[in-house]
Each structure stands twice: as structure tokens, then as C-alpha cells.
């Protein structure tokens, strides 16, 4: 298992190696912003369609390190039981060019119950010229059981006007059968 996860890592650290090189080349921005408010609406599938909303602020602490916090909220109450899924949390990262890994201390409140979760998380974010931002991330999310379980982030957003990106994001955690996906904005400064 661990092997797989170290394979993964080094993939993502090649792709983003890879597409380094290919922007240099074609004169790419590789500078992605990462101090920003972001926020957006979700749809989660976790077995029932749950949808609310999702917050995120980053601020770049100098060239290499940022902080991070988060919360999304989403329900289900259209069943015969309301159901609330919550995530806060926050984190410290590393970023150098295109490749970025952050660890995170997440609290997850299901249905009132909470559990903590560690999350560490791997990948790729690249800005190109014409405005576009294509992310990609492995995750690890490690629960107070002592449980694991691994995901995946896919990302792309358009830079519509100086400092303002539409974010369109896809998340899941395999081991759960979650998935979410998160339509919004993002204001860099």
C-alpha cells in the first residue's frame, strides 16, 4: 500500500516537473497565485445528493510556505431524514513552481457526530498564459481510527477579469464513495 502511494507521488511530482519545463519553453506564468478567498457551491455524492456551499482562504507566507483554512457545508433535505455533512479545517504548505503539498488538520461532522482527520495532500497547480489553471492533487486523509483513506482532486479555472477566476472543482475519496464537485469564484490579492 505504501508503495502505490509512493509511485503516485512520484508520478505527480514528474507530471508537474513535465509540464514546468513545457511552459518555460512556451513562456508560461508558472506563479499561481495563492493568497486568495475562494468560495463556491458543492454537490456531494456520497450514496444521496447532498449540495450547499464551500469556503477556502490561502495566504502566501513568503515564496515557499502558506496557510490554509476551509469549511464546506452541504445537506440533504429532501429525504426523509435531514442529513449535514460539515468539513473545517486548516493547514500549512510548501510550494515550489508548479508542485505544492500541504498537511491539514480537518474536523468532519456527520450528522453531528465529529471525527478529526489528518490530510495530506500531493500536486500540481499551473497557470498558463491565456489565464487558465489546471490543478491536480493525490490526497491521504488518515482519521482519528487509525483508518485511511486516499483521493483525488482535479481543477481547472479561467481568469475572467484582474484577480477574478471562475473555479471549477472535482474531488472523491475512494475508500467512501464521496465525491464532490464545486462551481464558484476565486479573488486573489
Known amino acids: 500500500m505504501m508503495k502505490s502511494r509512493i509511485q503516485i507521488a512520484c508520478g505527480l511530482v514528474a507530471i508537474a516537473m513535465s509540464t514546468t519545463v513545457i511552459a518555460q519553453g512556451r513562456g508560461g506564468d508558472l506563479n499561481s497565485p495563492y493568497s486568495y478567498l475562494e468560495a463556491g457551491v458543492v454537490e456531494m455524492d456520497t450514496g444521496a445528493t447532498m449540495d450547499g456551499f464551500r469556503a477556502e482562504a490561502s495566504l502566501a507566507l513568503g515564496d515557499f510556505l502558506f496557510a490554509e483554512y476551509h469549511r464546506q457545508e452541504v445537506t440533504d433535505d429532501e429525504g426523509l431524514v435531514d442529513l449535514n455533512f460539515d468539513i473545517e479545517g486548516y493547514g500549512i504548505g510548501f510550494r515550489a513552481g508548479s508542485i505544492f503539498a500541504t498537511y491539514a488538520q480537518d474536523t468532519w461532522d456527520v450528522l453531528g457526530l465529529e471525527s478529526e482527520v489528518e490530510v495530506v495532500r500531493a500536486g500540481i497547480r499551473h497557470m498558463w498564459n491565456n489565464g487558465f489553471e489546471l490543478s491536480a492533487s493525490y490526497t491521504l486523509n488518515e482519521f482519528e481510527t487509525g483508518e485511511e483513506e486516499n483521493g483525488y482532486q482535479i481543477g481547472l479555472s479561467y481568469r475572467v477579469i484582474d484577480n477574478v477566476d ?16 464545486m462551481v464558484g469564484l476565486r479573488l486573489s490579492f
Open 166 to 181: 471562475i473555479v471549477v472543482d472535482f474531488e472523491t475519496l475512494d475508500g467512501l464513495d464521496y465525491e464532490t464537485m
